[in-house]
C-alpha cells in the first residue's frame, strides 16, 4: 500500500485546500519550525482514523479545524483525503482508493472509501490488514521515539504484530466473538 496523494481542506494550520503528490521513494518534509510540517503526518494519521485528539496534540477532536487567526475566520469544518494505492492482494481488491475523512463542529467525523460512506471500523480494517494505519510502528510522531523504546512488553507485542500484518485478525476476532 503506498499514499499517492494528500489533500487537506481546512484541517488544522492548512486552511485553504492544498494538495500534494508524493512521489515514489523517499519524501522529505523541510521548513521553519511551525510551518506545518508535523500537521501533515498527522492529517494522514487521521484520515487513517486516529481517534485520540491528544495524540492529534489537541484538547478534543474539533480542534483539528481550522481554528482562525487575526485576519481570518476559523472554519467549521476539516477534510482530509488521501490516496493510495493497493498492492494486488489476490482478493481482487487491489487499486486505487480514496479515503476522506471529515469532521464538522457539533456533528463528528464521518469517512468515505471512494465516495461510498463507511464506518471508522471499515476504515481501520482496510489499514489493519495492509499492517499499516493510524497507529502503525511505521508512523513515529515527533517526541515519540523514547515512548517506543521504553514501551511494556506487551505494547511493544502489539507493535511487533501491527508490523507482521495480523493485527487485522486480531480485530476481526473480537468482531466475531461478540457477534
Ligand atoms: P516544528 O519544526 O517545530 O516541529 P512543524 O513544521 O512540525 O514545526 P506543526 O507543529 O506542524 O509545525 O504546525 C504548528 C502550527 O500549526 C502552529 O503554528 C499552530 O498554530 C498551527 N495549528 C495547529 N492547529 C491549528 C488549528 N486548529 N488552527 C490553526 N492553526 C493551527
Ligand atoms: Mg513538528
Wanted: net charge positive; charged share 30%.
Amino acid at each position: 500500500m503506498r499514499i499517492r496523494r494528500l489533500k487537506l481542506s481546512g484541517f488544522k494550520s492548512f486552511v485553504e485546500p492544498s494538495e500534494l503528490r508524493i512521489e515514489p521513494g523517499l519524501t522529505g518534509i523541510v521548513g521553519p519550525n511551525g510551518c506545518g510540517k508535523s500537521n501533515l503526518l498527522e492529517a494522514i494519521r487521521w484520515a487513517m482514523g486516529e481517534s485520540s485528539a491528544k495524540s492529534m496534540r489537541g484538547g478534543g477532536m474539533e480542534d483539528v479545524i481550522f481554528a482562525g487567526t487575526t485576519s481570518r475566520p476559523a472554519r467549521d469544518f476539516a477534510e482530509v483525503a488521501i490516496l493510495v494505492d493497493r498492492a494486488p492482494t489476490g482478493d481482487g481488491q487491489d487499486g486505487e482508493i480514496e479515503i476522506v475523512r471529515r469532521i464538522e463542529r457539533g456533528a463528528g467525523s464521518a469517512y468515505r472509501l471512494n465516495g461510498r460512506d463507511v464506518r471508522a471500523k471499515d476504515v481501520a480494517l482496510l489499514f489493519a490488514d495492509a499492517a499499516t494505519g493510524a497507529h502503525s510502528p511505521a508512523l513515529v510522531s515527533q517526541g515519540r521515539i523514547a515512548a517506543v523504546i521504553a514501551a511494556k512488553p506487551t505494547e511493544r507485542r502489539q507493535m511487533l504484530e501491527e508490523a507482521a500484518g495480523i493485527a487485522g485478525l486480531h480485530v476481526r476476532r473480537k468482531d466475531a466473538e461478540q457477534k
